[in-house]
């Protein structure tokens, strides 16, 4: 975290995000800060120690940067900033299996923020912008700490599964998905 994006008090609202825009290469460090106090803070509980430690490892790993660069090179991956600080990201892309799907990735909001609607903020935008490149239905593979929230907002399970964080070490995950054709654009606003 660089001396300019000190976190704000934490009594600040959603109304207090200021951008919410395409991050760049120099906001990689931040990136991987927010995810791994995110994940430290709102995964930690489900997963044993040696799940965790392997989880945060994975933030650190070339395939995870190979993964946010490609994904702030092709501009689809999106912060929300609380004046300069890095609160949340969520990122977006289309699945190699079916055209009009996009996948959800790396929605994380800093836990100073959580509960604040600012997750909610972010999904929206993402699946906005999915609907404008042409996608009619969203997928996301999610931990159990996040089921809820993406439940609450329309995505259902659609197997559960495991995703390999290190070598031997894999966590539990859910693979969700929500149509969009029927939810419709002005149901997709920027909140």
């Known amino acids: 975290m660089t001396e300019h994006s000190k976190p704000p008090p934490p009594d600040e609202t959603l109304d207090a995000v200021t951008a919410l825009r395409a991050l760049e290469i120099e906001h990689t460090a931040e990136i991987r800060a927010l995810h791994d106090a995110s994940i430290k803070s709102a995964v930690g509980p489900f997963l044993t120690e040696t799940e965790m430690d392997a989880y945060r490892a994975f933030i650190q790993s070339p395939a995870y940067s ?4 490609a994904a702030i090179r092709d501009q689809r991956l999106i912060g929300a900033f609380v004046g300069g ?14 055209d009009e799907t996009a996948c ?17 903020r972010l999904l929206s935008d993402v699946e906005l912008r999915a609907v404008h490149s042409g996608c009619r239905r969203m997928t996301a593979q999610v931990t159990r700490a996040a089921l809820p ?8 399970v659609s197997s559960q599964g495991t995703m390999p964080v290190a070598s031997g070490v894999s966590i539990p995950v859910a693979h969700l998905r929500r149509p969009l054709m029927h939810v419709g654009i002005r149901n997709l606003t920027r909140h």
Do not use: M
């Open 66 to 69: 190979d993964g946010l660069v």
């Open 85 to 98: 600080f890095l609160a949340g990201t969520v990122g977006w892309q289309h699945t190699l299996r079916v």
């Open 104 to 120: 959800v990735r790396w929605l994380f909001v800093h836990p100073l923020f959580s509960d604040r609607g600012i997750g909610r």
């Open 149 to 156: 929230f993406f439940e609450h907002f329309g995505y259902t």
